[in-house]
């Protein structure tokens, strides 16, 4: 079976760092495209950032740009989200998702094989 397990969240004062991982097992990482995603109360959940298994190629929404950085790591099957400078706006629960590279779906689509189950993060001001 699949099973993608989130680590490393938690409570941190704002301009603090956290870095996720995302552990995958029971398939081979090589030929997923991650993606790391968030969902704070009362809002949709929405992706922030994804990195290509073609490629390695990487995107992110703008208010995580130059503050987080996605990143994979296939021989420990193993997806890892690094957040510097973090806000109080970044709390949400994260989790990380994984679909098929050959279904070629664009970063911002919902549409994922496999989901994490999520992780707190806490921004305190």
């Known amino acids: 079976q699949v099973q993608l397990v989130e680590s490393g969240g938690g409570l941190v004062q704002a301009g603090g760092s956290l870095r996720l991982s995302c552990a995958a097992s029971g398939l081979t990482l090589d030929y997923y495209d991650i993606a790391w995603l968030r969902q704070a109360p009362g809002k949709e959940r929405e992706v922030i950032s994804c990195i290509a298994a073609r490629d390695g190629a990487t995107d992110y929404i703008d208010p995580v740009k130059g503050r987080f950085t996605i990143s994979r790591d296939n021989a420990k099957n193993t997806a890892y989200l690094q957040m510097n400078g973090l806000k109080p706006e970044d709390t949400a629960v994260y989790y990380c998702?994984?679909?098929?590279?050959?279904?070629?779906?664009?970063?911002?689509?919902?549409?994922?094989?496999?989901w994490g189950q999520g992780t707190q993060v806490t921004v305190s001001s």
């Open positions: 998702a994984m679909r098929s590279a050959f279904l070629g779906y664009v970063c911002r689509d919902l549409t994922f094989d496999y």
